[in-house]
């Protein structure tokens, strides 16, 4: 059944509010009445034998088969185009900890996203338990009906060690795409901006503005996929090996980080740098952005708000990108996450690796080709090509490493 037909859109003009008065028409709340998905049936069941093949006594014989041989529930079940987006809603968005039920249209919204960008069924499931040690043997025991899990808006440091001990604990794709889906993209786009202004990725100092879970990635995954160096600030400066105040996360970040030894602000790190990434919110000041190396690079992510205005970035960069749809170079992780796990679970890979992550990387930067501009290093997530090209980088490179079973 359509959308349009599940969900039909209001232009009343009002709506009525939670304590019963007329409101004015916002498409926000009319889009969302009633949510955006629903389960729809890809057999009919018109008849009593539609109903005996269906259900019961034909769905006995599929049962039976697999009780026998467990890998044919990926063929004869949805578990092999199936999604978990489970969250417990402690880092919604810019919204932070709003909990489970408030988080449900973002995982409604990010459900559809799949199907949409990558033709992945998914299923939003939100807890009601910030308990690290609950939601791991919650999704423990859900795992059976899912042919990947992908963790959202769950607060750092918590979803470090969630991912990694649910990755331990299944032999299916554990991905959290707040921190890997982020870095994925950034790392395209920084593969574009490098390659037009005639550096490689080993040429560039970068600076992240956030030490959370997407701070943490993007910068790990960098260094991982070749960058020269990187400096990671919190909200108390430069995470070095000299400061005492810091989390575990953070002490591991410190060793693997900031070769060039920067201590300080923010602001003293950028001066020289070549490249900034902000996925913290607040303002970078014009005069630390002016203090760049020349043909620089501004991925100010932050959202609705960069943390340099675009007007103010194009004066000293050379790229600009944003995490906004209005503007050019948008670092979207729809342009990722679906894709991914499409390859995944296309060869029903047991986990998803750097080099699979790395591959959609490339793959995305390769859509780009010879249309590269400065204001076009990355894909529109509505460009047809983008999901089919990481899907097959994906896949092959699972294949590759060695952890795909189809």
């Not at 604990?169 to 889906?181: A, E, N, S, T």
Request: proline share 5%; charged share 20%.
């Amino acid at each position: 059944m359509a959308a349009e037909i599940v969900n039909p859109r209001s232009d009343s003009g009002t709506r009525t509010g939670h304590e019963g008065a007329e409101e004015p028409f916002d498409p926000a709340f009319a889009l969302h009445r009633g949510g955006k998905m629903a389960v729809q049936a890809t057999v009919p069941v018109r008849d009593k034998d539609d109903l005996s093949l269906a259900y019961t006594p034909g769905v006995a014989k599929v049962c039976s088969a697999i009780a026998e041989k467990p890998e044919l529930v990926h063929d004869y079940t949805w578990k092999s185009n199936v999604v978990a987006v489970v969250t417990d809603g402690t880092a919604v968005l810019g919204l932070g900890d709003i909990g489970a039920e408030a988080s449900l249209p973002v995982m409604e919204g990010k459900a559809i996203l799949f199907k949409q960008f990558g033709g992945v069924d998914a299923v939003p499931i939100a807890l009601g338990t910030t308990d690290t040690d609950e939601i791991i043997d919650t999704v423990v025991r859900l795992a059976p009906s899912f042919g990947g899990v992908n963790l959202e808006d769950i607060s750092a440091p918590r979803c470090f060690e969630i991912e990694r001990r649910l990755q331990e604990r299944l032999d299916i794709p554990v991905f959290h795409d707040d921190q890997h889906g982020t870095a994925v993209v950034t790392l395209a786009a920084l593969r574009n901006a490098a390659r037009l202004t005639d550096r490689t990725l080993g040429d560039l100092r970068a600076v992240i503005s956030g030490a959370g879970a997407a701070g943490v990635a993007i910068a790990k995954f960098l260094l991982e996929a070749g960058l020269g160096d990187v400096a990671v600030a919190d909200r108390k400066g430069i995470v070095s090996r000299d400061r005492d105040d810091l989390t575990p996360v953070k002490r591991e970040l410190a060793e693997l980080t900031n070769k060039a030894g920067l201590s300080g602000s923010l602001e003293s790190a950028l001066a020289g740098a070549d490249v900034f990434i902000g996925v913290s919110g607040g303002t970078v000041p014009e005069a630390a952005v002016a203090s760049m190396a020349p043909n620089s690079f501004v991925f100010a992510m932050a959202n609705p708000n960069p943390e340099v205005h675009p007007d103010v970035a194009h004066k000293y960069a050379s790229v600009v990108a944003t995490g906004r749809s209005d503007y050019p170079n948008q670092i979207n992780n729809v342009l990722a996450f679906p894709g991914i796990f499409a390859g995944a679970l296309q060869v029903r890979a047991s986990r998803i690796t750097e080099g699979m992550k790395i591959a959609a990387a490339d793959a995305l930067a390769d859509v780009v080709g010879d249309e590269l501009s400065a204001d076009y290093v990355i894909p529109s997530p509505f460009d047809e090509r983008v999901a089919p090209a990481v899907t097959a980088a994906v896949a092959a490179a699972a294949r590759a490493e060695g952890v795909a079973r189809a």
